[in-house]
């Protein structure tokens, strides 16, 4: 067997190998001097980081955190609000029928003042090649001869 890797040492000095494993490399252990070296190497340094202080925090964040990982309470929800299926066509009805009621009532203002308050001659008088107060650029043009057909 090939010597193993360093990590494959440190594996079996903190025994999380699967147990073959863990039994195949003892074996080799027991033949060869350079790998227990190697492990004696790695269990001293195990060792002396053991021996170290562990360092103090100036301030304690634990209730911080543990504040941060309560569940909050949820806020109680409300019913979504009961739909109507015309509700959206209330609008658009509405306006439809304001603009039918100011047609027929605009158009009754028109035909209803017309008749009454304009004699026919008047109307007529639009189709005049002049309009009223304007200026005439010839006489014959203005007043039409009265013998024509």
Do not use: N
Request: charged fraction near 15%; hydrophobic fraction near 40%.
């Amino acid at each position: 067997m090939t010597c193993p890797t360093t990590e494959a040492l440190s594996a079996y000095a903190d025994h999380m190998l699967a147990p073959t494993e863990q039994m195949r490399l003892g074996q080799h252990l027991q033949g060869c001097s350079a790998c227990q070296h190697r492990l004696a190497e790695l269990a001293a340094l195990q060792q002396a980081l053991r021996t170290l202080p562990s360092p103090a925090l100036g301030l304690d964040l634990a209730p911080r955190i543990e504040g941060r990982l309560r569940p909050r309470p949820q806020p109680r929800r409300r019913p979504p609000p009961r739909t109507r299926p015309w509700a959206g066509w209330v609008p658009a009805g509405l306006a439809a029928g304001m603009a039918l009621a100011s047609g027929v009532w605009l158009g009754g203002l028109l035909l209803g003042s017309a008749t009454a308050s304009t004699p026919p001659a008047a109307r007529v008088r639009v189709f005049d090649p002049v309009p009223p107060g304007g200026l005439c650029a010839a006489t014959e043009l203005c007043r039409p001869l009265k013998g024509l057909p």
